[in-house]
Structure formats: C-alpha cells, structure tokens
C-alpha cells in the first residue's frame, strides 16, 4: 500500500484539504497554547499534525499493546525491589543528584508503614520499527519489521488527551474529503483519553474521602495544557463528585504538608492523589525546599501518579539492565511473555567503569552514526548523536560521569515517501517521514499487588528522517495515527 499523499491525484490542490483540516483540529481540540516570542499566551494554535495517517505494521500493533500488561507487572515488581534496584542504579546514583535525591525518597517510603502504598500507574511505551534484511540478499527484500522499545515513560507521559482518539476522527475526515476511497478504514479505536480519566478517578475513590482533592501538579506556563485539561473534564464525566485542583509546584511547596496522621494538605486542603505532570527534571527542582516538599508528598497518605519508585523504573539505566540476558527470568516467569518483551529490545551497552564499558566507549566513537548516548532525563532533547556523541564522551575520558549515560544502537524506522506537515497554520510537503509509535496503560496497586491494568490507547507521532529528536512542541514532530497494514 502506498502512503495517502501520494495517492492524491497530481496537481490536487491541497491548501483546501489543509484549511478544512485546521478547522477540523481547531474545532475538535487538537490545541496547545499559543506561544510567542518564548511567551506562552493564553490563546490557542493547532498542535503540529500531520495531514494522513501514517502506514503502520497491524502485527506490531497487535505485539506492543499485547505486552503493556506485562511492562506494568515487570515494572512494578523491580519497582517493589529497592535492593535490586539500587545495585542497577549505583553507578547511575553516583553520578546524577537527580536520581540520587529520587532514590532517597524511593527508600525511605518503601521502607515506611505508615506511607500511602496505593498507587495509580499511567503509562507509555515508546517504540520504533526496526527493518531486518537477509544478509547477501540481492533484491533487499525485507524479512520481518519489528518494534523496538525506545523507552518506557512512568511518569508525565502527555498526549493522553489531544492526540487520540481526536487523531483518528481529524485523519477519517481527512481521507474522506480527500475522496481517498478505503475499503477498510484499518484505524484502530484509541481510548487513551478514557482509560486515564477512569483510573484517575478510581483511584481518588479508592482514597476513601470524597471531600479530599485531586491535584495535577503542573509547572507555569504550560503549553500543553489542554491535554491536561481533557484527562480533567473526562475525569468530570467519570465522576461529577471528584474535586480536581491545579497546582504550580513552585507555588505550593511552603503550603505542603502533612497533619499528625500522614494526611497531606496542599494550600489547606485535604488531598486523595497526586498526578505529577512536573517533577521530571532538574530544573523541576531549584531549590532543596523543592525536594522536601516532594518528600512529603512521597511519605503522605496520598496516592501518587507516580511514586518516586515508579518514577525511578523509568530511568533508561533499567532499561539497559533488563535488556541483559537473564535479568528478565528475576522477575517474570512466563518464557512466551519473556520472549515477547524480549523480542522489542534494542541492543543497548552500559558505560560503568569496566571493561564492558569500555568497549561500548569504543563502539560508540568508531561508529557513531549507529548509537545514541542517553542520560537519565525526560522530556527531549537531552540525548546525544553523531559528533555531539563523540564530543562528550571524549570530554568525559575516563571519567565516573560516563556512567551516568547509557548507549543505544540507533533504530532506522521504514521511511515513507510523503506526508503533509500542518505546524502553525502552514503547510510543508515532508518527504522520507518515520514514525515513533506508543502505547498507553493504566493500572492500579495495592502496594504489593497490581489490582487493575489494561492497555487502553495508542499514539503516532512522525517526522522527517532528517531529525534525530521529535518534540511536538518544539514543531519538529507532528501528531499522527496509524493506519494497520
Ligand atoms: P526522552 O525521555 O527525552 O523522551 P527518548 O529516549 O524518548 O528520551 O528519546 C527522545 C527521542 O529521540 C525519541 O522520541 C526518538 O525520536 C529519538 N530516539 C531515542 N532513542 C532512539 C533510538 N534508539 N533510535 C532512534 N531514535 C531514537
Ligand atoms: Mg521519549
């Protein structure tokens, strides 16, 4: 099949499909928040999309949301496992405060009886088609396209509600006006939106008070609000009863805090969870009273989106340890789950002072086109490619900072010809697109058990072969759903 660009008729006008199509998105809150001049206004735009959907295998479809069970239960176990996973992170805790000061916390609440031990888990698991070919094979026939984990998202993951389900309408009306006749619309359903809003929601109840509230805690200015708003007012529609507060982390950690039962208090209320959309960075954290105050969210008896354990399993070191041959068998059993998972990982080396890690530094400068060095940091922009790569791990040398990266084998996704980029109201012809695919799920824990969990929604994202990153918000990427093949 080829992708729906092309199939256009030649000379097509566009600008009419394109216009009909921002009203589309406009109208159906595929929005962020206007942003000038580094300013983010109160005004709207259209997020970034892109005009069709985007060719997409159906088998790896089918893999990837099959194992997001398995990801929440592999996950919340090494979760569960301070020692193990302090070992894993040693050398990572050694060179990164960040994960040092989250590990501390992880610590102390695991270790405490009087913490919050229900937790809410809101998930996504990133992943990217790699291409195999037979070796010496002269008509380079593909022989199998599998999807390769790029990373689990614990914490903060976006999209959730501006990008699914309302992707999928804008791209049905798209090729409908296009008069690009399908005979199946091979879309899948996305029920990214309402699975989150569900569990949020159970959740708060399982808190036991309905007088207490819901925080999303946010940073200012917040571009992507919007997606942040629609888990609210889907939360709203789940349970008129549920009190959702936003809050500026910045501006409550001096009315954060806890009464002689554990009960946590924010600006003097009364609070059931706390959903953080912030506290993934550094920068996140200023000052030391910032930390305490994340304490003492953590030590609460709120339930947390997600506890700092959760948050910690989302460090790319532990991506790197469970890649390694026998780690997996320490916390599942089943060999066709283990085989499954098993089967989506890239190849990925550690850089601990060791031999091993010395071969990896080696790798990486003879061949950097064909690896990606990764911090322990979300949000984008903060890994390494080609010459950047190769500056810092020279700059490093033989230095302890080099164990705070992990190295990546970089994944070639199939390329396709053509697709029409929509970011701020202008429309490019991109040639030579990929595609970064996720899946979304939600569950519940008990503490010791995960009492609910399901795979509720997915998500496409492309751009052009050129970029080695793809914000959304930075206008690189753009919204997209797949279309199974
Ligand atoms: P972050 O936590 O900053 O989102 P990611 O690991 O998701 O970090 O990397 C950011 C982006 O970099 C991804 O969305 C993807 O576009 C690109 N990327 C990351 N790892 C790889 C890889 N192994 N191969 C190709 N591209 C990658
Ligand atoms: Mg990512």
């Known amino acids: 099949m080829k992708p729906f660009a092309t199939q256009l008729a030649k000379n097509a006008p566009v600008q009419g499909l394109v ?69 894993v ?20 609440a695991r270790a405490s009886n009087t913490t919050q031990k229900m937790e809410i888990g809101a998930y996504r698991s990133d992943y990217m088609i790699q291409q195999s070919y037979l070796k010496n094979n002269a008509s380079n026939a593909k022989i199998s396209t599998l999807p390769k984990q790029i990373e689990i998202n614990t914490m903060s993951a976006a ?53 207490a509230v819901f925080v999303f805690m946010v940073f200012q200015d917040e571009m992507n609000i919007y997606d942040q708003r629609a888990i609210e007012y889907a939360m709203y529609e789940y349970d008129p009863a549920v009190k959702v507060r936003r809050k500026v982390f910045d501006d409550c950690i001096s009315t954060t805090r806890t009464d002689q ?32 105050a994340r304490k003492t969210i953590e030590m609460s008896l709120a339930i947390k989106s997600p506890s700092a354990a959760h948050q910690l399993v989302g460090c790319k070191k532990l991506q790197e340890v469970l890649a390694r041959p026998g780690v997996l068998e320490i916390f599942l059993e089943d060999k066709e789950t283990i085989e499954k ?51 810092r791990l020279t700059e490093i040398g033989g230095d302890e900072r080099r164990c705070a990266y992990i190295l990546m084998e970089k994944i070639r996704p199939p390329v396709q010809e053509l697709n029409y980029f929509i970011h701020n109201y202008t429309c490019s012809a991109v040639a030579n697109i990929v595609s970064e695919f996720s899946i979304y799920g939600v569950f519940l824990t008990d503490g010791s058990n995960i009492t609910e969990s399901r795979a509720v929604g997915h998500l496409l994202r492309s751009k052009s072969v050129t970029q080695n990153e793809g914000g959304i918000s930075a206008g ?4 997209d759903s797949p279309f199974l093949n």
């Open 341 to 391: 998972l098993r089967s989506t990982f890239a190849e990925m080396h550690s850089l601990d002072m060791n031999n091993a890690g010395d071969t990896a530094v080696k790798l990486a400068m003879e061949r950097p086109r064909d690896f990606v060095l990764k911090p322990q940091r979300e949000g984008g922009g903060n890994n390494l490619y080609d010459s950047e790569m190769v500056d």
């Open 19 to 87: 216009d009909d199509a921002i009203d589309f998105a406009q109208a159906s809150g595929v929005v962020q928040r206007t942003m000038r001049n580094g300013e983010v206004l109160k005004t709207s735009t259209h997020a970034p999309f892109t005009l069709f959907p985007s060719l997409f295998p159906a088998s790896a479809y089918h893999l990837t949301r099959s194992i997001q069970n398995d990801i929440h239960l592999l996950y919340h176990k090494v979760s569960l496992d301070m020692e193990f996973l302090g070992e």
């Open 159 to 211: 999209s959730w509600g501006l990008s699914t389900h309302r992707m999928t309408s804008l791209h049905k009306y798209n090729l409908r006006n296009a008069g690009i006749s399908c005979d199946k619309l091979n879309m899948p359903e996305n029920g990214a939106l309402d699975g989150i809003a569900r569990v949020m929601v159970e959740g708060w109840k399982k808190y036991g008070n309905p007088k």
């Open 476 to 479: 690189i990427a753009a919204l």
């Open 261 to 292: 039962d554990g009960k946590l208090f924010i600006d003097g209320e009364e609070v059931a969870v706390v959903y953080f959309r912030t506290g993934y960075s550094p920068r996140h954290f200023p000052t030391p009273l910032h930390w305490e």
């Open 89 to 108: 992170l040693k050398s990572t805790i050694a060179a990164d405060d960040f994960v040092s000061n989250l590990f501390d916390i992880a610590k102390l």
